[in-house]
């Protein structure tokens, strides 16, 4: 897969996709990342892409020309399946949406700062728009990075044991089991029997009971979804 990222602080994206899984799967050759620097395609010398907004009020606007310039010089080489700009009113991030982006070829992502973008590069531009969470962060960046991690490990080849993501938190519309590791006793907190059992069906119905019980105590709005 490949992404690409618009941003005006590409310095934001230097670490998250350097170590770890995406790193694994930058090197496995599964997913390549590719930071642009917007000021490339500033509308002045100085590197101007933001400007007052009509009808007056605080804060700045992105504005369309070096926006479209970007994406239509990059959408030219990439053809890509979707254009997903980051903001706060878009369509709440959630393992669903991971796992239908896990399965494009190619996506940009645009970054909003400032008071957001032109309505116009929404209007003709972009396909698809996705925020992380009810709250405001001071750029699209840190939305951009937890969505490309939470994509990337989904794609068939980057994690190790295949079948781990499917059994991740949400895959169901479920959390996640409780997990131990060594020693079977620590300060007397003893790892439940049935685990050390070697009763994989148990195990299994063990789990799925842990499952159901946590996620009816954290999040019962999970067990109403379809
Ligand atoms: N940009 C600013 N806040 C955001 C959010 N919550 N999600 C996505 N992009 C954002």
């Not at 939470?150 to 499917?166: C, F, K, Q, Y």
Request: include cysteine; charged fraction near 25%.
């Amino acid at each position: 897969m490949k992404i690409h990222i618009i941003s005006v602080v590409p310095e934001l994206l230097e670490s998250p996709f350097s170590h770890s899984i995406m790193k694994r799967a930058a090197e496995k050759g599964l997913l390549q990342v590719t930071v642009h620097q917007l000021r490339k395609w500033a509308v002045n010398e100085y590197g101007m892409v933001d400007d007052y907004q009509f009808g007056g009020g605080a804060g700045m606007v992105m504005m369309c020309e070096p926006l479209i310039n970007a994406i239509e010089e990059l959408n030219a080489e990439h053809k890509f399946d979707e254009i997903i700009y980051l903001t706060p009113d878009g369509e709440k991030f959630h393992q669903g949406i991971a796992n239908t982006l896990s399965l494009k070829n190619s996506i940009l992502f645009i970054c909003g700062h400032y008071k957001g973008i032109d309505q116009r590069v929404r209007d003709h531009f972009i396909t698809k728009e996705i925020s992380i969470g009810d709250y405001v962060l001071s750029g699209g960046e840190l939305a951009a990075a937890v969505i490309v991690d939470a994509v990337g490990r989904l794609i068939p080849g980057v994690l190790n044991d295949e079948t781990s993501a499917l059994f991740d938190s949400f895959q169901d519309n479920l959390l996640a089991p409780p997990v131990y590791t060594r020693p079977e006793d620590f300060r007397g907190w003893k790892v439940p029997p049935v685990l050390l059992s070697g009763d994989h069906k148990k195990i299994s119905e063990w789990r799925h009971e842990q499952s159901l019980a946590r996620t009816q105590e954290k999040r019962p709005d999970l067990l109403n979804k379809d």
